[in-house]
Nanobody
Framework: VQLQASGGGLVQAGGCLRL?????????????MGWFRQAPGKGREFVSA????????TYAESVKGRFTISRTRSANTVYLQMDNLKPEDTAVYYC?????????????????WGQGTQVTVSS
């Protein structure tokens, strides 16, 4: 079972990035997928999640209206389009596969995690 996150980088405030998470080794199309992030010195926090069928996209208040989650079920890939980035979005971003099929904001609801990809937003 493997989740491979990519697409991070350095961008100026107001810019955009698109993160991808490719899943293999499990029938990920049956499970919810989520994105979390961890800034230096802080705990891991929820960013966004999506149901097994691409429904119920859920967002943290801090990213609502700027980030968009989507998934390609056939390719076992989930994306996070991040627009109008802010310096406070700087963090390592992790994708995760859920224990169930419904999107959740809780870390404990996810049992497989990717290695993380760094996003740095300069002011």
């Amino acid at each position: 079972v493997q989740l491979q996150a990519s697409g991070g980088g350095l961008v100026q405030a107001g810019g955009c990035l698109r993160l991808s998470c490719a899943a293999s080794g499990r029938r990920f199309s049956s499970y919810a997928m989520g994105w979390f992030r961890q800034a230096p010195g802080k705990g891991r926090e929820f960013v966004s999640a999506i149901n097994w069928n691409g429904g119920n996209p859920t967002y943290a208040e801090s990213v609502k209206g700027r980030f968009t989650i989507s998934r390609t079920r056939s390719a076992n890939t989930v994306y996070l389009q991040m627009d109008n980035l802010k310096p406070e979005d700087t963090a390592v971003y992790y994708c995760a596969s859920g224990r169930g099929s419904i999107a959740s904001t809780q870390i404990a609801s996810y049992n497989y995690w990717g290695q993380g990809t760094q996003v740095t937003v300069s002011s």
